[in-house]
Each structure stands twice: as structure tokens, then as C-alpha cells.
């Protein structure tokens, strides 16, 4: 086969996106014959040795495997962290990893619940977060109280941070409804006392929306990302994982 970057060979075999696999060469953790790859570099993989962590990857291409989870507070959205008790892939049963190495379809903060999608395709990963295609992710955020007119003006006008400034594609109260459903699928519960507003971004800088709106002075209680894309969290509970049907891996992997 004709030699192709060494992102788009990972991202093939399932290893990482793009981006991710991006981060993993220039952390020193790809080899190429034995030696550290170079970003950018094209690699022929039936030609040549390439390795991950010191295990070779296959060069045929694998099973795809997209995955649906609620993420509870507390697990880590990576692959590995020593720092953390549990990850996201402790939650996957063995019969829905189907063998094959998945990794998080980007990331939720150790402290937030909510959807997080898995795969090891690393093409479709990259159309689901890079900020070209648009892929709006939609929050539940839990507050201590309600916004003032003020502090939600704040939020629509945009927030400065360090990155630039930080904006909101929507804001609005969350429904009675709203709050029923969210409340039966979160473990643990929320506060009864919490307020809920319901944001969407675009962005998804680190810890965004915490920093957003402890900018405006309304400290993050609970967050809770009920929908990315066109997929929403719907009746999944706490700590719960399926696979995506095939028109929810076509909706999501459309380019804008």
C-alpha cells in the first residue's frame, strides 16, 4: 500500500483520531522500526513496524465498534490514568468491546456525568470533534441559583478566558420534564435543590463551562452533557453503555 501520514495510519488501525494520534507521537509513545516517530511522517505499516506503547499494531483494518455511554462522576474519559480508581473503558462489558482498543471520542471532566462516545474509529472520531464540522454538544448545568439577568447576559455576550473568549451557541431554562428525566437517570442523585439551566457549545475548551460561569460568579454544581450531535442521553443511566445503530453512526459522522 502507498505510504500515508503516520496520524492517518493509527487512526485506521483504531488506535487513536487523528489528533490523538498527533498527541501519542509527539509524547514519544510511537515507534517506527524501533525508533520514535516524527509527526508528519508517512509510514507504509505492511512495510514497516509500527508500535504503540511498545505493542505492534495490526495492519489490517479492524472491527468498527461505536459505543453510547453515560459517564458517571468520578471515572476518567481516558484510556489510562493512574490517578484515577476507574476509567471509562472499566464500564464496557467485554461483549461490547468486541476485542477491539477503544478510546473516548473526546473527553468529559472527572467530576461531570453524562454522554460519551467510544470507538476505534479514529476518521469518524475526528469528524465528531474537530471544530470545522460544527458538532454541537448540549449541557444540563446544575446551579446553586438561578442566573440574574445580569450573569446570563454575561454568558450570551461571551466570556473571556485564556484560550480567547468562550462562547455559548444557546442558553434557556431546563423544563419540569427536563428536570425529571435528568434526575431519574444521574447516579449518584443530584441535589433537590439544584437549578437547571440547559447550554450548548461548539468550542470545548477544558473545563469550559465551569470557567464560564464561575466567571459570572455562578458556580458549577452539576454538569451533565445530555446530547452530542444529533444524539441525545435519552433513557441511559448512570454508568450504562450500547452501541450506536448504524444510522446514529451515519447521523453523527456526517460533515457539515
Known amino acids: ?37 516524527v509527526l508528519g511522517e508517512k509510514v507504509d505499516p505492511e512495510r514497516q513496524r509500527i508500535e504503540v506503547d511498545r505493542r505492534a499494531i495490526a495492519s489490517a483494518e479492524p472491527t468498527r465498534v461505536y459505543l453510547a455511554l453515560h459517564k458517571p462522576p468520578g471515572v476518567a474519559s481516558t484510556v489510562r490514568d493512574r490517578h484515577a480508581p476507574r476509567t471509562v473503558l472499566d464500564l464496557v462489558p467485554a461483549e461490547l468491546a468486541a476485542g477491539a482498543r477503544l478510546y473516548p471520542v473526546g473527553r468529559l471532566d472527572q467530576d461531570s456525568d453524562g454522554l460519551l462516545l467510544l470507538t476505534n474509529d479514529g476518521d469518524w472520531a475526528d469528524g465528531i470533534l474537530h471544530p470545522r464540522h460544527g458538532v454541537e454538544r448540549e449541557y444540563a448545568v446544575g446551579l446553586a441559583h438561578p442566573l440574574t439577568r445580569e450573569q446570563a447576559e454575561a454568558l450570551e455576550r461571551g466570556v473571556e478566558l485564556t484560550q480567547g473568549v468562550a462562547t455559548l451557541g444557546a442558553l434557556r431554562g431546563q423544563t419540569r420534564t427536563e428536570d425529571q428525566r435528568l434526575i431519574d437517570l444521574l447516579d449518584p442523585p443530584p441535589d433537590p435543590r439544584l437549578v437547571w439551566v440547559r447550554v450548548t457549545i461548539q468550542q470545548g475548551w477544558k473545563r469550559q463551562l465551569r470557567r464560564m460561569f464561575g466567571e459570572v460568579g455562578a458556580p458549577v454544581r452539576r454538569l451533565v452533557r445530555v446530547r452530542i450531535g444529533t444524539l441525545r442521553l435519552d433513557t441511559l443511566a448512570s454508568g450504562d453503555v450500547r452501541r450506536l445503530t448504524p444510522a446514529e453512526v451515519r447521523r453523527l459522522g456526517r460533515r457539515s
Open 1 to 37: 500500500m502507498p505510504s500515508e501520514r503516520i496520524s492517518k495510519v493509527l487512526a485506521t488501525a483504531g488506535v487513536a483520531s487523528r489528533r490523538g494520534a498527533d498527541q501519542l507521537v509527539a509524547a514519544g509513545r510511537v515507534l517506527v522500526d524501533g525508533r520514535p516517530a
